[in-house]
């Protein structure tokens, strides 16, 4: 066996991220509440910020005027290329511009602690205790029970009974409705629960609900024997419930703050600023930044330039961060302008690689910027990812995009005549006088999106 020995050289790139990018990129991604807790974590570990850098609350920054000129290389000169001293000198006074904490959400509890705080209440009993958990524990976001009575007794080793007595006390719980195992008995208990459940009601919900996806009303009318005005009248009583009795729970919801707040002035003008209150004050503690370029002992000044560029690093990806979001901001209200003008029907379409392109920063930042970050508005408070959209439709006179098409097709069906709906094709052609040509097949699935039923579903006497 003959063993060969030689050595190779070849040329290979790698891509390395140093800390401070790390920790940049990590920043620029973050929503508001999670920078607000990222940088009060920060400064209470970190040695070279004060112990009074935490101000509550940080008020608004002074507005900047918004001009539809706006330029990259002018937005970097205007903020002194992204300073942090800049940024600090520019923070306003609460008095000079309306300011409402009410503009934000509150987090409240989530089902699950909602449920069992009920149940806690109720009874005090160890074994509905064990058994009530375990059902709410199987309660999707809806409201709807999961698990079969049989599965759960078999999964806890207890009586179907005992399980059974248990889910019905949970089913007298808040939301009404909750607990339900299908739509059928979610809409029983709500009309039960209000007083409302009348035998034809009940005889409706049991037997003939998912005839509606095939069947005309007046066809269930006749067969269950009453007139299509009954009918209607039955289907007003159950449009009062819920369908989802839990959605308002959902998840655990977060604040919404909206750092970037759009206003119109008396002239016509749009004004684009940030805001930043839930921010500290970060300021670098000069003593400690002198005692790590003359400290002598390696280990602590090892320590002390870790945490000097921590520090450093927090405080310029923040000011990076606050210049690449107005910029990005202030280039989506120009694209948009017609929407903050208009209305809906002049949201044109917008891709992050054209937002890219004119503000010089790369697709990917754009795509960061863009999720949890949120814009209030004479319209409302918008999701910056709501302004970008590529599906374009030919308008008359401009391109529209998806979100337009799907506000015109909202407006149709609500002014549409009860007794005879719009049909998908009907709408399509009504979308094509505007201007837009849609196709049947598109306007049937924009329809479902918006939760509209089809024609026979809607239509009443």
Known sequence: MKLDQRSDLSLQQHLHLTTELKQGIAILRMSASELSEYARKCVEENPFFDEDDWIEPRH??????????????????????????????????????????????????????????????QSDCERTTVIGSYLIGNVDGNGYLQVSIEQAAEALGVPACDVASVLALIQQFEPTGVGARNLAECLELQLRKNGDLTATLERLIKNYLSDFETRTPASIANTMGITLAELNDALDVIRTCNPRPASQFGSPSRPVWPEVVVELLPGGEYTVSLQDFYLPHMKIN??????????????????????????????????????????????????????????????????MAQVAEATGVSESTVSRVASDNYMQTPRGVFELRFFFHSSAYQAADRVVSSVSVKHRISELIAKEDPSNPLSDQAISELLAKDGVAVSRRTVNKYRDELGFPARSARRRS
């Open 286 to 351: 000069p003593t400690y930044r002198a005692l790590a370029s003359s400290t002598k002992e390696r280990e602590t000044q090892t320590y002390l330039n870790e945490k000097l560029k921590e520090a450093e690093g927090l405080i310029n990806g923040v000011a990076f961060r606050h210049a690449t979001l107005y910029k990005i901001a202030c280039c989506i209200v120009q694209m948009q302008i017609e929407f903050f003008e208009k209305g809906y029907d002049c949201l044109r379409p917008l891709t």
């Open 60 to 121: 608004p920054m002074v507005p900047e005027r918004y001009e539809q000129d706006v330029s990259a290389d002018a937005l970097f000169e205007k903020r002194g290329h992204g300073s942090p001293e800049n940024f600090d000198r520019e923070r306003g006074d609460m008095s000079q511009r309306q300011f409402s904490f009410d503009r934000y959400l509150t987090v409240g509890d989530s089902l699950d602690e909602h449920l069992i705080d009920q149940l806690r209440m």
